[in-house]
């Protein structure tokens, strides 16, 4: 399937459909741009907001041109009162509205958690299913680009943790703008966190509406060796290092996990039966981190399967450097893969 | 900056037609209403905690006399009377206090988290402040979709030192949103006296730095309370920008629950007692109707307030089956009366 593949920029992407093949490619942050674009002229009560929405880049361009289309009443640049802001933006939601509050950085959802956690997350249920938060937001992750301890980080795990709340992380353009739609079509706070390496990433993506649905993962690769479960840009990493092991006579199965909240638990489990054998690959921190989950759900609903003790590859327990040198060291990708997938599969 | 307070007969006079009995019969019923809760609680009967609003009537009662149904209202902890005020039954808060599947949030919220979409009242709130934002974006909502209602927002002069509250006021200026920020100065968060801790001496002052006109009034004064909302919500309806209206009241309770009020003195707690905003209701009230009257409204709504404790009591607990129900919205009509449809 066209959409199911995804080439880290347009000439990849070109060489692999030359002819175009009536298939059309767009790069992720051009997803997340005509997602926006097509549910504003949907539906009246989507907005967006946030710092620079209406700047020249337009968060790095995925919104791009949104105030001279419809206006700067529905494309608001917001002040630097993140808690403040995203209570704004939930208050909009409760009323009826659906805003896409976009961050430029996850790292500035911490100063919002209280509207976030104690608020939006809260509304429904504490309100006995009579109020909704129909509210999206949009955060960046990202990796080596120096910007070290307090613009590097990777949170989902936080937010991963709370009822309510909705966190999903789109790893090809395809589901960029799919996942957008349906966070948008949702009535639930839904958090949407995009890795800053795959905006230039191009892949299948149709014109006008389509979803993906929150709550489903995906086979990126099939395999019968080895499951290995991936989030955001370390699918990439994990396609690579399933490519490298398929050499070494080792098959993976990568499994691209899309939605981090609620989880797919049913792929993961299904694929561990099959392969007896777990790797999660995470963007961010081990202990409590959506690797301890991924583990903790093969091992209830596939214990009997599991022939090796699941292996969680993440960031270092450490805040992250800013050195290169250090950077280097921090960030784990293809080669760690490989390596751990080696040891696991020839100890048996 | 403070506002001259005028001889109660021209505040009444002013607030002529905004039938003044009505106006004690619901003040009656939130100081009935919160007796009845600190009593519950007293004999053990309601757990958790509560914020009782005893000696504040005046500032819901007055605010709401200047709403219209459909226009929104965020509450805080200390929010029985907002609610009362903004056309809620007493018999379903009741039940939401004890847990009942008759609670307006079928007991899951009790009484911090009190929420009411069908009579688009957003919420009491646990959370010092919290609500000042979620109102300002009611606020958006309202500025987004072309109509003229407001949003009232309710929040205590602690909360005032909250970033959101600071955060809120900023962005309803910049975007003149239709908010009225209501602030129930009662001098102490918690034990905490306000010029203890901050460093403006009125809330009202620092609605200046952003812009926003703000309004002192003596929030022992339902009538006073009332003209001054009349005004200041007919000018945010018209299109003014955000206002803000800083009451200066008094709870004549301790904070929550078990407050041994150790933090002020018996001398001024009588102070304020001699300005009970239900007596001076009753003085106003008795203007126009006769003291037999009076005592009538007086008897009828402690009845209907045991009537309701009554009926809640006899209700169902909140169900365990679907306990785990709403924890994320499915339907999408949840939202309040009045709302902007899908284009
Ligand atoms: C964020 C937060 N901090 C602290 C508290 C504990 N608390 C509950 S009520 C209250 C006092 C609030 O004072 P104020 O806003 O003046 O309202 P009042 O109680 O006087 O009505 C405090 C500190 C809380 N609920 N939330």
């Not at chain 1, 390496?197 to 299948?204: I, K, R």
């Not at chain 2, 519950?40 to 500032?59: D, M, N, S, Y």
């Amino acid at each position: 399937m066209p959409w199911t593949r995804t080439y880290r920029n347009r000439d990849e992407f070109e060489r692999a459909f030359p002819q175009n093949a009536g298939v059309r490619g767009l790069a992720y942050r051009d997803a997340i741009l005509e997602a926006t674009v097509e549910l504003m002229e949907e539906d009246s009560r989507v907005f967006v907001m946030g710092q620079g929405v209406d700047d020249a880049g337009g968060v790095f361009g995925t919104t791009k041109g949104l105030h001279e289309r419809f206006g700067k009443g529905r494309c608001i640049d917001t002040a630097l009162a993140e808690n403040g802001i995203t209570g704004i933006a939930a208050g909009a939601a409760l009323c009826g509205m659906r805003p896409i509050l976009a961050h430029m950085r996850v790292d500035f959802i911490p100063l919002s958690l209280d509207q976030i956690i104690n608020h939006a997350a809260k509304w429904s249920y504490m309100f006995g299913g009579r109020a909704s938060v129909p509210l999206t937001i949009r955060a960046i992750i990202g990796r080596g680009w120096g910007s070290a301890a307090q613009h590097s980080q990777s949170l989902q795990s936080i937010l991963a943790n709370i009822p309510g709340l909705k966190v999903v992380m789109p790893a090809t353009p395809y589901d960029a703008k799919g996942l957008l739609r349906a966070a948008v079509k949702d009535n639930n706070p839904v958090i949407i966190i995009e890795h800053r390496w795959l905006y230039d990433h191009t892949g299948h993506v149709p014109e006008g509406p389509y979803t993906v649905p929150i709550g489903k993962a995906v086979v990126r690769r099939a395999g019968k060796d080895v499951t290995i479960a991936a989030l955001s840009y370390m699918v990439y990493e994990a396609l690579l290092a399933a490519e490298e092991l398929k050499g070494r006579g080792i098959e993976c199965e990568v499994i691209d996990l899309r939605t981090i909240k609620p989880m797919d638990t049913g792929l993961i489990t299904e694929s561990v039966k099959k392969t007896g054998r777990l790797v999660s690959v995470d963007t961010g921190w081990r202990e409590c981190g959506i690797g301890a989950e991924v583990v903790a759900s093969a091992v209830e609903g596939a214990f009997g399967s599991l022939k090796a003790a699941p292996v969680r590859i993440s960031l270092p327990e450490a805040p992250t450097p800013a050195s290169p040198a250090l950077e280097a060291l921090y960030y784990p990708g293809k080669k760690e893969i490989v390596y751990a997938i080696e040891k696991m599969v020839r100890a048996v | 900056m403070r506002q001259k307070i005028k001889p109660v007969e021209a505040a009444l006079a002013a607030a002529g037609a905004l039938n003044v009995v009505e106006m004690y019969k619901k003040a009656l019923t939130i100081r009935y209403f919160e007796e009845k809760v600190d009593w519950l609680f007293g004999r053990g009967k309601l757990g958790g905690t509560t914020h009782l609003c005893i000696g504040q009537e005046a500032v819901p009662v007055g605010v709401a006399s200047a709403l219209r149904a459909d226009d929104y209202m965020v509450s805080t902890h200390r929010g029985h009377g907002h609610l009362i005020a903004k056309g809620g039954e007493p018999a379903r808060i009741f039940a939401e206090l004890l847990g009942k599947s008759e609670g307006y949030c079928k007991g899951r919220g009790g009484t911090q988290h009190l929420c009411v979409m069908g009579l688009n009242f957003l919420g009491t709130n646990g959370i010092t402040g919290g609500g000042i934002p979620i109102a300002t974006g009611a606020g958006l909502s309202i500025k987004l979709s072309g109509d003229d209602r407001v949003a009232v927002c309710f929040f205590g002069e602690g909360a005032s030192n909250q970033g959101t509250f600071h955060e809120s006021l900023n962005m309803a200026s910049v975007w003149k949103l239709p908010v009225v920020y209501v602030c129930e100065n009662n001098m102490y968060a918690m034990s905490t006296r306000f010029a203890r801790i901050s460093a403006s001496d009125d809330v009202a002052a620092r609605a200046g730095a952003y812009g926003i006109e703000a309004a002192i009034v003596d929030g022992m004064d339902a009538l006073k309370v009332a003209e001054l909302a009349g005004k200041v919500v007919g000018r945010v309806r018209a299109g003014g920008g955000p206002a803000l209206i800083e009451a200066k009241t008094y709870r004549f309770c301790g904070h929550s629950k078990s407050d041994p009020r150790t933090y002020r003195t018996r001398e001024e707690e009588e102070m304020w007692k001699g300005k009970d905003p239900i007596k001076r209701l009753a003085a106003a009230a008795a203007e126009f109707i006769p003291g037999s009257e009076i005592e009538g409204i007086k008897r009828g709504v402690l009845a209907m307030i045991e009537d309701a404790y009554d009926a809640a009591e006899k209700g169902s607990d909140s169900s365990t089956d679907a306990a785990l129900d709403g924890v994320y919205a499915k339907r999408e009509d949840i939202v309040p009366q009045g709302n902007i449809q899908s284009a």
